[in-house]
């Protein structure tokens, strides 16, 4: 058995892993992440639009500070997300983009003076300050009250992933490159590493570390179409549910992002509809301004995917071979505009679909595309039953998300994440002993390996592709945009079917070294148990909250279901997971469950939301008028960070201030200038 | 509706079988509409040859894991229409000047990160003084631009399969090298002087070991401007040793 050790592993090499990563190694731990691929081939990459974090540098973004980017968080999570979560994110989110900065990230610039945009399908011009002349640009996206969203053209992923492994490589991080893990080392309380399996040379080995962060991703790929890589497999998620300890939280909260292209399902930016593109349908009819007259296109994400499919459904998409679809237009952003800010968009169009986005409406329906649920760990981002073990991005229900992701905000995670519970990784390893336990290791390595045997040996007969193609039928017909209790039986049914039928699988070319039809029947049946996480967690869920759409329960029910669904897989053999649920505490949030300001206003109350306002208005009465907002917030929900990224982030508005008003009453609030609204 | 019928001929080879040897094997696929190499190479895998080795990851142009040598010219399969080819024949290759792994798969990671290594591509701030909590230094936003330009490199290795220099010389750093080197040159925040990239580049693996064949830019699937930058690195070395 090939054993080797480490400090810190991390096993997942985008963003998020690289982050943790680097946080360990510059506390001077040994580090290693493995991955299936190029660190810079990571699905981070594929983020065109941008990172969410409030700089407050354009004239759009004035007044933006870290309680807004904290309200529109907790409200595009339809108040699903731990708000503890929610609020140490949007603090760290401006340090995350000026360290990218300092890292090498090109973030598009401010220019002082006056620029044409394009509002509400109106070309406005608008001024920037000389004194913002050069700091970091932001743009508008769905459901933010400011332009907040930091960007690098539409190649904002790429730009942030090549500058944060290049600062993996100066400090000498070693990547393993393909190599996929395939089961967490534990002993039931604490996990120990990973056994994973070279796709080169199919060798098998255990990577032991003090701690193991799990960075894999989402589970997009469960669905027949989807925006996301094709290793976006879930495979993360399984092997913390195959330990039979560790939860998944909220599964069932699977985002649909409005435009990818038809049918290959590729994304185009939501900055397209942040720079001003329009909806339209088969008539050329702009229909979002009758469904969300405030927000229109920019409302977000789950709202605006299925108002496209009611729209759709209303007979008003466009018909192709691949069913109907709806047109995004962006040729009044002129080829200026497209050429530069939009090229990735531009590219995508010319090469599968052959159109000239300047002149031609890119044929567009709403995909799969995010994965709000994942492994579920506390604010520092370790698993609550396995110590030791960590979570990050999008493979973690760190929860600030909760069940709607807004747009800017995985990338933003992603980096901030990794920022955050990096130190808490490397806390970790500071305060506990590497376990080298090599019976415990081999026992683990016996098991994949006797997985592995069974199928080249074994006389199963069950096709990989064929599964895996019918999990991904099932989940597009039956578990999508929007959901009722038959069509999520009938799903739960098939996927147990199928997880029954792939005990009997097989492969027919039996190389034990690079051997892709191995790859695929490994990662299937894993992948089946992650399917049925999301299938189970989304029929059981009676109600309707961000991603999550019942059509036989329309409304968000505070009252019953204000809660994380938690998923485990105890039993190896059963074919369904078992369910639990952590409230969540209404008197503990800063925010109080509300109006989250889309269509009619029809969640049921939870008892103690009334209570907890009151609460709140006691404690704001009590600290009086002149209260500065980090007082206030401090009184109303107190969170805990690691110290060096506790002090208060600068903004342009609080040195203008300082130049202006000398005396040093200034709280760092700032007037809001630009208002409260997108217009 | 029904296609006509595609032949693809393959390079097939696996370099960690002893017995095997190199060959070149013919399979027929249904064309359908839209088709890319990429559907094409999943479709024959999971219907005709599950053994065939082959790498994708995004399938959208933007990760630069797909690159191939696709009727002789190197490019990204996943974004290679079928219909590209009228006479429906297709072959496909490897990329050259790479280890291979197996089949149309090559390690362009392991050349990347060595490259990287070696060439120290990553940004050396001029201060230590950076203070993430405070306003970020403002940059030239024509600057910002101009690197976001020079930084769409996927590193698909592309450039270096169709370069000659690079066939002869195993050590040249190809277009890839140079064009990160500057980047970094152009950006105003890296600390290194031309001195600098003098010692890493101002030699025949370098800049002067280019013969101008326009097989990187020619070839180059995001259309970075190759030629432009290498005769501005030229300029600058040559200026060092003035």
Not at chain 1, 615 to 644: D, T
């Amino acid at each position: 058995m090939k054993l080797i050790y480490t400090d810190c592993l991390v096993v997942g090499a985008g963003l998020a892993g690289l982050r943790v990563a680097i946080a360990a190694k510059e506390r001077g731990h040994d580090t290693l992440v493995l991955s299936l691929i190029p660190a810079k081939r990571s699905h981070s990459a594929a983020a065109q639009g941008g990172m969410q974090a409030s700089l407050g540098n354009t004239v759009k973004g004035l007044g933006d500070n870290e309680d807004v980017h904290f309200q529109d968080t907790v409200k595009g999570s339809d108040w699903g997300c731990d708000q503890t979560v929610a609020r140490m994110f949007a603090h760290c989110a401006p340090k995350a983009v000026r360290e990218l900065a300092n890292w090498g990230v090109p973030w598009t610039r401010v220019t002082k003076g006056p620029r044409e945009v394009v509002v509400n399908a109106e070309r406005i011009t608008i001024e920037e300050a000389e004194a913002a002349h050069g700091l970091i640009n932001a743009r508008d996206f769905g459901g933010t009250k400011k332009w907040r969203t930091c960007y690098t053209a539409d190649g904002t992923g790429h730009s942030l992933l090549y500058a944060v492994d290049n600062k993996a490589i100066s400090l000498g991080i070693p990547v393993h490159e393909r190599v996929e893990a395939l089961s967490i080392i534990h002993d039931g309380e604490r996990c120990h590493g990973v056994v994973a399996r070279c796709l080169i040379t199919g060798e098998l080995r255990a990577y032991i570390g003090k701690s193991t962060t799990i960075a894999t991703g989402g589970y997009g790929r469960i669905y027949e179409v989807s925006t996301n890589a094709i290793i976006c497999e879930g495979i993360g998620q399984a092997l913390a549910l195959e330990t039979g300890v560790a939860t998944l939280g909220n599964m069932e909260a699977v985002q649909f992002h409005p435009t990818a292209i038809v049918p290959v399902g590729i994304l185009t930016t939501e900055g397209c509809r942040g720079d001003g593109g329009l909806l339209r349908d088969k008539d050329g009819y702009r229909f979002m301004p009758d469904y969300e007259p405030e927000k229109k296109e920019l409302a977000s994400r789950d709202v605006v995917s299925r108002r496209m499919t009611e729209h759709m459904r209303k007979g008003k998409g466009v018909d192709s071979p691949y069913g109907p679809h709806l047109w995004l237009d962006i040729t009044l952003l002129g080829r200026k505009h497209i050429e530069t800010n939009l090229r990735e968009v531009k590219e995508i169009c010319e090469n599968f679909l052959g159109i000239d986005p300047a002149k031609d409406w890119i044929p567009v329906r709403p995909t799969q595309h995010y994965s709000m649920g994942g492994i579920r760990t506390t604010p520092t981002g370790e698993s609550p039953q396995l110590k030791g073990l960590f979570a990050v991005g999008e493979a973690a229900c760190w929860d600030m998300h909760g069940f709607n992701r807004l747009g800017g905000n995985s990338l933003a995670e992603t980096v901030v994440g990794g920022m955050i519970i990096g130190k808490y990784v490397a806390d970790f390893c500071d305060d506990n002993d590497l376990v080298l336990d090599t019976g415990l290791a081999k026992r683990y390595v016996d098991k994949v390996r006797a997985e592995i045997d069974g199928l080249i040996e074994g006389s199963g007969t069950e096709n990989s592709w064929e599964l895996k193609s019918a999990m991904q039928r099932v989940m597009m017909d039956y578990v999508g945009i929007f959901r009722n209790g038959p069509e999520l039986d009938e799903a739960v049914k098939q996927l147990k079917a199928l997880l029954a039928r792939s005990v009997n699988l097989g492969v027919s070319c039996k190389k034990r070294h690079a051997n892709p039809e191995l790859v695929e029947a490994l990662r299937v049946r894993r992948m089946l148990k992650v399917a049925l996480t999301v299938a189970c967690g989304a029929a059981a869920r009676t109600e309707s909250r961000g991603a999550h759409a019942r059509e036989d329960f329309p409304q968000r029910n505070d009252k019953d279901w204000l809660c994380r669904t938690l998923a485990s897989w105890p039993d190896a053999n059963a074919l369904e997971p078992t369910l639990g649920y952590e409230p969540l505490d209404v008197m503990q949030m800063e925010l109080p469950p509300g109006y989250r300001g889309y269509g009619a206003d029809n969640a049921i109350a939870h008892p103690d939301t009334a209570k907890r306002e009151a609460e709140i208005a006691e404690l704001l009465a009590a600290l009086g008028p002149n209260a500065s907002r980090e007082a206030i917030q401090q009184a109303l929900m107190p969170f805990e960070l690691p110290e060096s990224l506790r002090p208060a982030n600068e903004r342009l508005a609080d040195r203008l201030n300082g130049l202006v008003n000398t005396d040093t009453t200034g709280s760092p609030s700032t007037p809001n200038i630009a208002g409260d609204d997108n217009s | 509706m029904s296609g006509r019928i595609l032949t693809f001929n393959i390079f097939r080879y696996d370099p960690q079988d002893a017995a095997d040897k190199p060959k070149m094997v013919k399979y027929q696929l249904e064309e359908t509409s839209g088709m890319t190499v990429f559907i094409a190479l999943n479709k024959l895998r999971q219907e005709q040859d599950p053994s065939l080795q082959f790498d994708f990851v995004c399938r959208a142009g933007i990760c630069g894991s797909c690159a191939m040598v696709i009727n002789g010219f190197p490019t990204l399969a996943c974004r290679t229409l079928t219909a590209k080819y009228p006479k429906g024949e297709i072959t496909l290759m490897p990329l050259p000047g790479f280890e291979l792994i197996g089949d149309l798969s090559v390690n362009t990671g392991k050349f990347m990160r060595e490259l990287a290594e070696r060439l120290k591509l990553w940004l050396h701030p001029k201060g230590d003084d950076l203070n993430i909590h405070r306003l970020e230094d403002p940059m030239d936003p024509e600057e910002a631009a101009k690197l976001y330009e020079l930084e769409r490199c996927v590193e698909c290795g592309v450039c270096v399969s169709a370069c000659a220099t690079k066939q002869m010389r195993d050590t040249f750093v190809g277009a890839v090298g140079m064009m990160k080197i500057a980047r970094f040159e152009l950006d105003s925040r890296d600390g290194r002087s031309a001195d600098d990239f003098y010692h890493v580049i101002g030699n025949q693996d370098g800049v002067f070991g280019c013969m101008t064949l326009l097989g990187c830019q020619d070839n180059c699937p995001k259309d970075l401007p190759h030629m432009q930058q290498i005769a501005y690195l030229r300029r600058k070395m040559a200026s060092t040793l003035l």
